[in-house]
């Protein structure tokens, strides 16, 4: 596995790829790597692509200091699980070669608007304006095939998805399904941060989901079955809604489809979220 962390290397070791007639595969992540992270390196590899993964914690998607600094860091462990997982170039850029004014704004930003100030956008304000402007600039350099994102931050690939349509990029996005540990919690690199007993209390934003799945009824009963499960278990709940799962528009009660269902909350003072399918039926 290349390592690398040099802006002008990375788009030469990319070019080079291309060059050769073999396709760029572009995992973008913030390291802290767990296994959803690894299901996306092999779904890459699986799928033919060079595997180029970025591990860069991108300060301008945080809209809060304090989260950015606990944010965990583990570049020894996320090596080891990048190689065992495919990776064929794993790039490690630092902050002065991505936002070389930072702290200060960088002029440019991508705002794709409507869609990101919903649900994490509303209560993180400017966080897609920073996940947009952080993964246009991976493609420019990158110039990959396609790209992986998971479903478990749903609304950031429906971010994504929209920004390529709007601006042309020519990449195909792949949305790669939630990975869960043995207990239904979804991996996230956040879930270091809480104890045994908030795992315990987390573990409801999985169960909520797997309640509405098994329950065809109209979008607000889905609705409040989810906030039901949420409080119940003590989870400062920041959002639970059934929605369009391109728009995010949120389902009306006439409405009878396959939707999505979205859910946010804090356990321990850690952010944590979730999404599923869910079937609404009209009334
Ligand atoms: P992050 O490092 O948290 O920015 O995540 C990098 C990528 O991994 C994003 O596309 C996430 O959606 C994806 N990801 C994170 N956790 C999971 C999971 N449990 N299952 C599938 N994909 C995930």
């Not at 990319?14 to 092999?42: D, E, S, Y």
């Not at 990101?116 to 095939?145: M, N, W």
């Not at 990029?169 to 908030?198: M, Q």
């Amino acid at each position: 596995m290349l390592r690398l962390s040099d802006i002008a290397e990375w788009r030469s070791y990319a070019n080079g790829v291309r060059a050769k007639g073999r396709t760029v595969g572009l995992v973008p992540t913030m390291g802290a790597l767990h296994q959803g992270h690894a299901a996306l390196f092999r779904a890459a590899k699986d799928r033919g692509d060079v595997v180029v993964a970025t591990l860069f914690v991108n300060p301008r998607q945080f809209n809060d200091a304090g989260d950015l600094e606990r944010y965990p860091r583990t570049p020894e462990l996320d090596r080891s699980l990048a190689l065992d997982s495919g990776v064929d170039c794993l790039i490690e850029p630092t902050l002065d070669a991505m936002w070389p004014a930072y702290p200060a704004p960088t002029p440019t930003t991508v705002s794709v608007g409507g869609l990101s100030d919903l649900y994490e956008g509303a209560g993180r304000p400017g966080h897609f304006d920073g996940v947009a402007s952080v993964v246009a600039k991976l493609f420019a350099i990158t110039g990959p095939a396609r790209a992986y994102f998971g479903e478990k931050d749903f609304q950031q690939l429906a971010v994504v998805r929209q920004m390529v349509r709007d601006l042309a990029f020519d990449v195909e996005v792949v949305g790669c399904p939630i990975v869960r540990d043995h207990d239904g919690l979804a991996f996230s690199s956040r879930n270091a941060r809480i104890s045994k007993d908030g795992r315990r209390q987390a573990l409801a934003l999985s169960e909520a989901l797997a309640c509405v799945a098994g329950h065809a009824d109209c979008a607000s009963a889905q609705r409040a079955r989810l906030t039901a499960t949420l409080r119940e278990a003590g989870v400062e709940l920041a959002y639970a809604d059934v929605v369009d799962p391109t728009t995010l528009v949120p389902s009306r009660d006439d409405e009878t489809g396959e939707r999505r269902a979205l859910v946010a909350g804090f356990v321990e003072g850690v952010r944590l979220l979730d999404n599923g399918p869910v079937r609404i039926v009209g009334r």
